[in-house]
């Protein structure tokens, strides 16, 4: 099923956090660190993952949710255009395609998907305090863990993790009230060019997506 | 009793009356004191309540206090991480102001607190199609993407609170495709996805931000934005930089001119006078005036508008005559007759003022409060000091003592000529010549305004504004596709209910607007919320999801606790009542949605780009509803007070001119009123020759010129109509008078420029006319001489 969805609202003004940490840190997570940039650590990373423009790969999702007999497990594949789009297709339990991005959604309605992520990726969030960091391990094993300081996220979220080496190998989010999502990825390889239905999933005309030519995923 | 013994009676009786305003202005000056004087300065203020509705008065009210003080800043570029800097630094700047996060748009949370406890009677339309047909696999497709798709929004509420996700598709369906709110940083920031770059926004309230002590803060506020976005794009938008733009230019304005006509003033006074004292004496007379008639009006209205302060101070400046005459006084013989004409002069500008006090408007009554206090206390002031500053040396000195020189010789020498040529104006003619003139004049004029003469009550008349500003204000429109602030819908109910159903049945007509083009689209709150026949079929339908034998628990594996929990609060949920729904829109429509005033539930539907108002004045609409159109409103306002102010000033003549006929003992006295008339018919010609409509500012200009036209005509029939000092006083009032309004009739300002441009026009055609006045008056010392009384 491929589709484009819908998210947030103007009534609440919840940031979509979840979306926020993984669009980052597939990606973008250099600029986040470049904040910090005491942190040799923090540049290796910088350095690893935003040596490419996009990444592709699959992954397995494990969610508990408080209210259900069992934990969710659905596993697809994914591809992350830094600073710009994520397509996200699950292939079981069930099949679904969903895209991410400033151009990808439909006018205006995910803005603060795409909002959030800028500013998560950007220094200032980092100079507004809006997570606690703490940082460890070494450029091929490293763990992130952030904790929200801000009421508008630490309403919702309680914890973020991440660890990965030349990429995000593993995300893990706590929300609030003990819903808990647990992301592997795997098989992650660098893209330089994009499929025209990937392209026009999420919007995409220039870069990865400038030219005719299909890439293999 | 000797003249020598009334006079001096006289004069302790002035002193006497100077001291007890001053006891006043004390008493009225301790009781503004502690609250100090407020001056208001926006446009709104001085305009007269828009309607005679109640409701729609108290509406109106409402949604100028939330705009009034709204500043929006937008800061936008391709760099998100630099315009996200500059939002934060600015924020950081603004809290050290008086600017503060907009209140109005931070009850997020609660309004999602107040529409989740109606949960189980909210359905978005898509998914109440879905269930009424069948399509439940649709709803529980969705759940399964919820469950196993990528982890994009957080869960408004726990999954085991609603799990088919009915709550999270209605908060969905209410998503607009403008704007979102976002009060993380402390701030309200809205980010439009209208274009293709970043947009930044931050919304502030300034406290009060029609002061002048607010603006000055939002003043400086906005000039360190240039220093401090340097490397973004940014602009600021709302109504407190309009009105400090106008206050800016004002203030600059007030400056030049004042500078200006002080100098010219100057010039004259040393010019006639060879002394600064006249000068000094005249003007502090004024200002004495002017502070009296500031502390009076503070206690009476507890807050002045700036139109008071400026348009006040120049009708109370015809108390520069009153000093002027006194001081071009060549006989000590004359106070007492100075002192008569001059409470004449007084009495009849004081009426004609006082008049205006009478109109609906406060801003009218607030300026003839403070032009007549003002006027009588400058008059009481020169009265009681003049003997003690000026006269000793001037009436005491003999006129022809050419040894020792005082300020009458010095007038004499210096404006003999000008004085001559003056009273020779109307010289070689004749009584009859004077009144063909009159009627040839009235005659011209007459046709004039008949025919071609035009009266504006539009608003935009009366205010220029800054180009640059309101670029910003479109722009920002154009950017979050906001809605139009003086053109909206209003529609009352008998409860929440009602008006929502009232709201709905206008969206027929609402929408051939859109169609037709008048509108581009509108807001109203009935597309928020369920009435109550639509809750209840959103209940029945939830019950069936969530009730004991709900189809959800088939299509996920929800423990029993959690099934129980469901359940539980479907049951304990009480179903949304009028009352419910009245309170939650007001914390998620606020700009629209105005809860009980006077009675009755009152909403308005906003409108978005209107291009075609005649259209929707012209709309039927069903009852209780009624389109405002607040600019439309204010001219029909505008236009009442124009003609209240006309009939006032009629009646201030009738009055004036009875006045006259009883001082002079004899009908042709009432020809004084009849020259000011006629200046303000010449004056009101001249502008419709220009091609200029005749606007409320023009009438108060008039005012003045009746002031003016009165003093100089009594003072000069007091006189004989033939009298060098006089006819000296008048020429060095008229002239500088003259130069003052004349530098305000180029003014930038429309209102200004009305109000100068006015005076100046009738003071000259005063000055005209006053000489002729002597053909209607008897001998001097003659038994129908005031003089001789």
């Given at each position: 099923m491929t589709g484009r969805r819908v998210t947030g609202d103007r009534l609440t003004g919840q940031p979509s956090t979840r979306a926020l940490v993984v669009l980052a840190l597939l990606g973008g997570c250099s600029n986040l660190f470049a904040a910090t940039a005491t942190s040799d650590l923090a540049d290796q990373i910088r350095a690893s993952l935003s040596a490419h423009p996009a990444v592709s790969g699959d992954f397995t999702q494990r969610r508990t949710v408080p209210g259900l007999q069992s934990a969710q497990t659905s596993n697809g594949t994914f591809v992350f255009v830094r600073s710009e789009a994520l397509a996200w297709s699950v292939t079981a339990p069930i099949q679904s395609t969903i895209a991410y991005g400033r151009r990808a959604s439909t006018k205006g309605s995910n803005s603060r998907v795409n909002r959030m992520v800028l500013r998560l990726m950007s220094a200032q969030i980092l100079n507004d305090d809006a997570f606690e960091k703490s940082i460890s391990g070494t450029a091929a094993d490293w763990q992130l863990a952030l904790t929200p300081r801000v009421a508008a996220l630490s309403r919702h979220l309680t914890s973020v993790s991440i660890s990965g080496g030349d990429h995000v190998r593993r995300l893990s989010i706590r929300m609030r009230d003990d819903d808990v999502t647990n992301i592997d990825f795997s098989n992650v390889s660098p893209r330089q060019q994009l499929d025209v239905t990937t392209c026009r999933l999420m919007g995409l005309q220039s870069g990865?997506?400038?030219?005719?030519h299909d890439s293999q995923h | 009793m000797t003249a020598n013994t009334r006079a001096t009676r006289a004069g302790i009786a002035a002193l006497a009356l100077l001291g007890a305003i001053i006891i006043l202005a004390l008493v009225a000056g301790v009781r503004v004191a502690g609250t100090g004087i407020k001056i208001d300065t926006s446009l709104a203020q001085a305009l007269p309540a828009a309607a005679q509705d109640p409701v729609l008065i108290e509406v109106d009210r409402r949604r100028q206090e939330a705009g009034a003080g709204r500043i929006v800043i937008v800061i936008r570029g391709n760099d998100a991480e630099r315009a996200s800097m500059r939002q934060a630094t600015l924020a950081r700047v603004a809290a050290q102001t008086n600017l503060s996060p907009d209140t109005n748009l931070l009850r997020a949370d609660s309004a999602l607190d107040a529409l989740a406890a109606m949960r189980f009677d909210l359905l978005a339309a898509e998914d109440r199609d879905y269930l009424q047909n069948g399509h439940q696999a649709v709803i529980v497709a969705r759940m399964q993407r919820t469950l196993f798709?990528?982890?994009a929004d957080p869960p408004l509420l726990p999954f085991k609170d609603d799990p088919a996700g009915f709550f999270a598709a209605w908060m969905a369906s209410q998503t607009g495709a403008r704007q979102i709110v976002d009060a993380g940083d402390g701030y309200v920031t809205v980010r439009s996805t209208a274009s293709s770059y970043l947009a930044d926004i931050i919304v502030l309230t300034s406290t009060g931000a029609t002061d002048l002590d607010s603006l000055t803060a939002t003043r400086h506020f906005v000039a360190e934005l240039g220093s401090i976005a340097t490397d973004t794009e940014w602009f600021a938008a709302g109504i407190p930089l309009h009105v400090a733009d106008a206050v800016d230019t004002a203030r600059t304005e007030v400056t030049i001119i004042s500078l200006g006509s002080t100098i010219a003033i100057l010039m004259l006074f040393l010019t006639a006078f060879r002394a600064l004292r006249p000068l000094i004496f005249s003007l502090a007379c004024v200002l004495f005036g002017c502070a009296f008639a500031t502390v009076m009006t503070a206690a009476a209205f507890d807050r002045l508008h700036i139109f008071t302060l400026v348009f006040g101070a120049s009708l109370i400046g015809v108390g520069v005559d009153y000093a002027l005459h006194f001081l071009c006084m060549g006989d000590k013989s004359r106070v007492t007759h100075l002192r008569t004409t001059s409470l004449v002069a007084l009495g009849s500008t004081t009426v004609a003022y006082g008049?205006?006090?009478?109109?609906?408007m406060a801003l009218i009554r607030q300026i003839a409060l403070f032009s007549a206090a003002g006027l009588c206390a400058c008059w009481t002031s020169v009265v009681a000091l003049y003997p003690f500053v000026i006269a000793p040396r001037t009436v005491m000195s003999s006129s022809t003592d050419a040894a020792s020189p005082t300020p009458l010789t010095r007038v004499s020498r210096s404006m003999a000529r000008p004085v001559s040529y003056y009273l020779g104006l109307w010289g070689r003619s004749s009584r009859a010549a004077y009144v063909l003139t009159l009627l040839a004049i009235w005659t011209v004029a007459g046709l004039t305004l008949v025919n071609y003469g035009r009266v504006s009550d539009d608003l935009r008349t009366l205010h220029r504004p800054n180009p640059h500003l309101v670029a910003n204000d479109l722009a920002l429109q154009a950017q979050l596709s906001l809605p139009a602030v003086n053109q909206y819908f209003l529609v009352t109910g008998d409860n929440a209910d009602d008006l929502l159903r009232r709201m709905g049945s206008l969206a027929p007509q609402l929408n051939a607007l859109v169609a037709a083009g008048a509108i581009s689209s509108y807001e109203s709150p009935r597309d928020r919320l369920p009435i109550a026949s639509e809750r209840a079929q959103n209940r029945a339908l939830i019950e069936a999801a969530y009730g004991d034998t709900g189809w959800i628990y088939a299509a996920v594996d929800l423990d029993p606790t959690a099934v129980q929990q469901l359940q539980t609060a479907l049951i304990a949920s009480p179903r949304a009542t009028a009352r419910a729904i009245d309170e939650a829109l007001r914390l998620v429509a606020p700009d629209l949605w105005f809860g009980t005033v006077n009675g009755v539930n009152v909403g308005a539907i906003a409108l978005h780009n209107v291009a075609d108002i005649n259209a929707l004045r012209a709309l039927p609409v069903p009852g209780r509803t009624q389109f405002v159109d607040v600019p439309g409103s204010w001219s029909a306002s505008l236009a009442g007070e124009l003609r209240d102010s006309v009939g006032l000033l009629g009646a201030s003549f009738i009055v004036i001119i009875s006045g006259l006929v009883i001082w002079t003992?004899?009908?042709?006295?009432?020809v004084i009123a009849l020259v000011p008339a006629t200046s303000a018919a010449v004056t009101f010609a001249a502008l419709t020759a220009l091609d200029i409509p005749l606007t409320l500012f023009h009438l108060f200009g008039a005012y003045l010129i009746l002031g003016l036209g009165l003093d100089y005509g009594i003072f000069m029939w007091g006189a004989g109509g033939q009298d060098n000092d006089c006819a000296a006083a008048i020429l060095l009032s008229a002239a500088t008078t003259i130069v003052s309004f004349g530098l305000l009739?180029?003014?930038?300002?429309p209102m200004v420029q009305s109000f100068g441009i006015t005076i100046f026009l009738g003071t000259v055609m005063n000055v005209f006319l006053v000489p002729g006045l002597r053909y209607f008056r008897g001998p001097a010392g003659s038994s129908t001489d005031p003089r001789s009384s």
């Amino acid at each position: 099923m491929t589709g484009r969805r819908v998210t947030g609202d103007r009534l609440t003004g919840q940031p979509s956090t979840r979306a926020l940490v993984v669009l980052a840190l597939l990606g973008g997570c250099s600029n986040l660190f470049a904040a910090t940039a005491t942190s040799d650590l923090a540049d290796q990373i910088r350095a690893s993952l935003s040596a490419h423009p996009a990444v592709s790969g699959d992954f397995t999702q494990r969610r508990t949710v408080p209210g259900l007999q069992s934990a969710q497990t659905s596993n697809g594949t994914f591809v992350f255009v830094r600073s710009e789009a994520l397509a996200w297709s699950v292939t079981a339990p069930i099949q679904s395609t969903i895209a991410y991005g400033r151009r990808a959604s439909t006018k205006g309605s995910n803005s603060r998907v795409n909002r959030m992520v800028l500013r998560l990726m950007s220094a200032q969030i980092l100079n507004d305090d809006a997570f606690e960091k703490s940082i460890s391990g070494t450029a091929a094993d490293w763990q992130l863990a952030l904790t929200p300081r801000v009421a508008a996220l630490s309403r919702h979220l309680t914890s973020v993790s991440i660890s990965g080496g030349d990429h995000v190998r593993r995300l893990s989010i706590r929300m609030r009230d003990d819903d808990v999502t647990n992301i592997d990825f795997s098989n992650v390889s660098p893209r330089q060019q994009l499929d025209v239905t990937t392209c026009r999933l999420m919007g995409l005309q220039s870069g990865v997506c400038d030219s005719d030519h299909d890439s293999q995923h | 009793m000797t003249a020598n013994t009334r006079a001096t009676r006289a004069g302790i009786a002035a002193l006497a009356l100077l001291g007890a305003i001053i006891i006043l202005a004390l008493v009225a000056g301790v009781r503004v004191a502690g609250t100090g004087i407020k001056i208001d300065t926006s446009l709104a203020q001085a305009l007269p309540a828009a309607a005679q509705d109640p409701v729609l008065i108290e509406v109106d009210r409402r949604r100028q206090e939330a705009g009034a003080g709204r500043i929006v800043i937008v800061i936008r570029g391709n760099d998100a991480e630099r315009a996200s800097m500059r939002q934060a630094t600015l924020a950081r700047v603004a809290a050290q102001t008086n600017l503060s996060p907009d209140t109005n748009l931070l009850r997020a949370d609660s309004a999602l607190d107040a529409l989740a406890a109606m949960r189980f009677d909210l359905l978005a339309a898509e998914d109440r199609d879905y269930l009424q047909n069948g399509h439940q696999a649709v709803i529980v497709a969705r759940m399964q993407r919820t469950l196993f798709g990528f982890p994009a929004d957080p869960p408004l509420l726990p999954f085991k609170d609603d799990p088919a996700g009915f709550f999270a598709a209605w908060m969905a369906s209410q998503t607009g495709a403008r704007q979102i709110v976002d009060a993380g940083d402390g701030y309200v920031t809205v980010r439009s996805t209208a274009s293709s770059y970043l947009a930044d926004i931050i919304v502030l309230t300034s406290t009060g931000a029609t002061d002048l002590d607010s603006l000055t803060a939002t003043r400086h506020f906005v000039a360190e934005l240039g220093s401090i976005a340097t490397d973004t794009e940014w602009f600021a938008a709302g109504i407190p930089l309009h009105v400090a733009d106008a206050v800016d230019t004002a203030r600059t304005e007030v400056t030049i001119i004042s500078l200006g006509s002080t100098i010219a003033i100057l010039m004259l006074f040393l010019t006639a006078f060879r002394a600064l004292r006249p000068l000094i004496f005249s003007l502090a007379c004024v200002l004495f005036g002017c502070a009296f008639a500031t502390v009076m009006t503070a206690a009476a209205f507890d807050r002045l508008h700036i139109f008071t302060l400026v348009f006040g101070a120049s009708l109370i400046g015809v108390g520069v005559d009153y000093a002027l005459h006194f001081l071009c006084m060549g006989d000590k013989s004359r106070v007492t007759h100075l002192r008569t004409t001059s409470l004449v002069a007084l009495g009849s500008t004081t009426v004609a003022y006082g008049m205006l006090g009478t109109t609906d408007m406060a801003l009218i009554r607030q300026i003839a409060l403070f032009s007549a206090a003002g006027l009588c206390a400058c008059w009481t002031s020169v009265v009681a000091l003049y003997p003690f500053v000026i006269a000793p040396r001037t009436v005491m000195s003999s006129s022809t003592d050419a040894a020792s020189p005082t300020p009458l010789t010095r007038v004499s020498r210096s404006m003999a000529r000008p004085v001559s040529y003056y009273l020779g104006l109307w010289g070689r003619s004749s009584r009859a010549a004077y009144v063909l003139t009159l009627l040839a004049i009235w005659t011209v004029a007459g046709l004039t305004l008949v025919n071609y003469g035009r009266v504006s009550d539009d608003l935009r008349t009366l205010h220029r504004p800054n180009p640059h500003l309101v670029a910003n204000d479109l722009a920002l429109q154009a950017q979050l596709s906001l809605p139009a602030v003086n053109q909206y819908f209003l529609v009352t109910g008998d409860n929440a209910d009602d008006l929502l159903r009232r709201m709905g049945s206008l969206a027929p007509q609402l929408n051939a607007l859109v169609a037709a083009g008048a509108i581009s689209s509108y807001e109203s709150p009935r597309d928020r919320l369920p009435i109550a026949s639509e809750r209840a079929q959103n209940r029945a339908l939830i019950e069936a999801a969530y009730g004991d034998t709900g189809w959800i628990y088939a299509a996920v594996d929800l423990d029993p606790t959690a099934v129980q929990q469901l359940q539980t609060a479907l049951i304990a949920s009480p179903r949304a009542t009028a009352r419910a729904i009245d309170e939650a829109l007001r914390l998620v429509a606020p700009d629209l949605w105005f809860g009980t005033v006077n009675g009755v539930n009152v909403g308005a539907i906003a409108l978005h780009n209107v291009a075609d108002i005649n259209a929707l004045r012209a709309l039927p609409v069903p009852g209780r509803t009624q389109f405002v159109d607040v600019p439309g409103s204010w001219s029909a306002s505008l236009a009442g007070e124009l003609r209240d102010s006309v009939g006032l000033l009629g009646a201030s003549f009738i009055v004036i001119i009875s006045g006259l006929v009883i001082w002079t003992r004899r009908l042709s006295g009432a020809v004084i009123a009849l020259v000011p008339a006629t200046s303000a018919a010449v004056t009101f010609a001249a502008l419709t020759a220009l091609d200029i409509p005749l606007t409320l500012f023009h009438l108060f200009g008039a005012y003045l010129i009746l002031g003016l036209g009165l003093d100089y005509g009594i003072f000069m029939w007091g006189a004989g109509g033939q009298d060098n000092d006089c006819a000296a006083a008048i020429l060095l009032s008229a002239a500088t008078t003259i130069v003052s309004f004349g530098l305000l009739s180029a003014s930038a300002t429309p209102m200004v420029q009305s109000f100068g441009i006015t005076i100046f026009l009738g003071t000259v055609m005063n000055v005209f006319l006053v000489p002729g006045l002597r053909y209607f008056r008897g001998p001097a010392g003659s038994s129908t001489d005031p003089r001789s009384s």
